[in-house]
Nanobody, 120 residues
Framework: QVLLVESGGGVVQAGGSLTLSCSASVSRFSRNVWGWYRQAPGKVRELVATVATDNDQNYAAAVKGRFTIARDNAKREVYLQMNSLKPEDTAQYFC??????????????WGQGTQVTVSS
């Protein structure tokens, strides 16, 4: 059974930084694309960053230049460094492998996520 465990969230002032971590008990971790998603209250979950098997990274326009995604295949972990945080970044953050034909969906059961709250 795949288990995704996110951590590192918290409350931070606007302009601050946080680093999120995701531990994934996935045997084929190194073969997967990994992504970070977020879901704000009353909004749909959105994909904000992905890192491919060759470490190629892609970002949503809203976070590009402020967030950095990274992976450690040996540890089976994914990270999201978030800088220059804004109140609109407030959301529950999740990691998963995006579905190939619909990246709004994750391949595995969602973890609990980690809450990020940015105060103005």
């Amino acid at each position: 059974q795949v288990l995704l465990v996110e951590s590192g969230g918290g409350v931070v002032q606007a302009g601050g930084s946080l680093t999120l971590s995701c531990s994934a008990s996935v045997s084929r971790f190194s073969r997967n694309v990994w992504g970070w998603y977020r879901q704000a209250p009353g909004k749909v979950r959105e994909l904000v960053a992905t890192v491919a098997t060759d470490n190629d990274q892609n970002y949503a326009a809203a976070v590009k230049g402020r967030f950095t995604i990274a992976r450690d295949n040996a540890k089976r972990e994914v990270y999201l460094q978030m800088n220059s945080l804004k109140p609109e970044d407030t959301a529950q953050y999740f990691c998963n492998t995006p579905e190939y034909h619909d990246d709004s969906r994750g391949r595995y059961a969602w973890g609990q996520g980690t809450q990020v709250t940015v105060s103005s």
